[in-house]
């Protein structure tokens, strides 16, 4: 395959990811998004860092974000959302904080490609789906040429983009220049 036939089969790959999802979806997660001013994040690999750019925007909007991994990150508890992606729906040591968050109290939104996985079924409170290819995901989703999870970490960080963006457009007063003003100033 040559450059043109990689990037319109993975712009294929995206078209059939987006008219397979259920945009409801973002609406839910918009809603639950509005509803806590203190939310934690956590994902691991590729998708971890999709998570991680999506908690990044979160606060440039004003939100109290927490990365699960830092240490400055301070307890979990009854009034605070974590958001974890799980593209399999079943990661260890993800499925073991997520497990503990919910303990504590914490309202548990899992975002992934494989709804069956054990997290997304048994531990969440609720899910988002992405249709696309996970590695290790068993669930019926857009199959990619891309390697292992590629596709849903694309979608991911798209589809976290327009959660953002569906945030700015129904938050009075908020605008992308006001977000600009959270960025870091110490480059």
């Keep these: 395959m040559n450059y043109h036939d990689k990037y319109a089969a993975m712009l294929q ?4 990811v987006f008219e397979t999802f259920d945009p ?11 509803k ?14 999709m998570t991680r750019a999506f908690a990044m925007r979160l606060m ?20 605070d959302l974590l958001i974890a992606t799980l593209g399999d ?6 499925n073991y904080v997520c497990q503990k968050a919910k303990e504590a109290g914490a309202f548990i939104y899992v975002v992934t490609g494989s709804p069956s996985g054990y997290t997304a079924k048994e531990v969440a409170d609720q899910v988002l789906f992405i249709p696309a290819c996970v590695y290790r995901g068993t669930d019926k989703v857009v199959p990619s040429f891309q390697p292992m999870g590629n596709l849903f970490e694309q979608c991911l960080l798209m589809i976290f983009d ?13 605008t992308f220049e006001k977000m ?3 960025h870091r100033n110490i480059e």
Aim: aromatic share 8%; glycine share 12%.
């Design 13 to 16: 790959e995206y078209r059939q």
């Design 24 to 34: 409801s979806q973002i609406d839910d997660l918009v809603k639950i998004i509005k």
């Design 36 to 49: 806590y001013n203190r939310i934690f994040c956590i994902g691991v690999g590729r998708e971890g860092m």
């Design 60 to 79: 440039h909007m004003g939100k109290e974000v927490h990365w699960i991994w830092d240490d400055t990150t301070p307890h979990i508890g009854p009034g």
């Design 89 to 94: 729906g079943q990661i260890g040591h993800i």
């Design 162 to 174: 327009i959660i953002v963006m569906t945030l700015v457009e129904e938050t009075p007063g908020l």
């Design 180 to 182: 600009a003003a959270r």
